[in-house]
Nanobody
Framework: QLQLVESGGGLVQPGGSLRLSCAAS????????IGWFRQAPGKEREGISC????????YYADSVKGRFTISGDNAKNMVYLQMNSLKPEDTAVYYC?????????????????????WGQGTQVTVSS
């Protein structure tokens, strides 16, 4: 059974850092595009960073560019999101998602290209 499980969320002060992890099971990430999405209460879902597992091409939304870094470890079937300089507006539920059909930019930036596979989400709260 194909599954994605996120971990690493929590409460952090503004300016702090967190690293989110996404563990994939039941399939091999090698030929997938993996992305991190977030949704805050009352707001639309936002694709913030996506990576292609083989080519390692990446996409970052303007809202996180320069602060967040996506990376993957195909041997461990894991994808990570390092989040630095966190702001209160980064508060949201963060989801990991995967799909074989899309480029990183398409999957993250174009809502109609919604990934087929999703994790359950992990809460990130940035507050003093």
């Amino acid at each position: 059974q194909l599954q994605l499980v996120e971990s690493g969320g929590g409460l952090v002060q503004p300016g702090g850092s967190l690293r989110l992890s996404c563990a994939a099971s039941g399939f091999n990430l090698d030929y997938y595009t993996i992305g991190w999405f977030r949704q805050a209460p009352g707001k639309e879902r936002e694709g913030i960073s996506c990576i292609s597992s083989l080519e390692r091409s990446t996409y970052y939304a303007d809202s996180v560019k320069g602060r967040f870094t996506i990376s993957g470890d195909n041997a461990k079937n894991m994808v990570y999101l390092q989040m630095n300089s966190l702001k209160p507006e980064d508060t949201a539920v963060y989801y990991c998602a995967a799909d074989r059909r899309y480029t990183p930019q398409a999957m993250c930036a174009i809502p109609k290209y919604s990934p087929d596979y999703w994790g359950q989400g992990t809460q990130v709260t940035v507050s003093s």
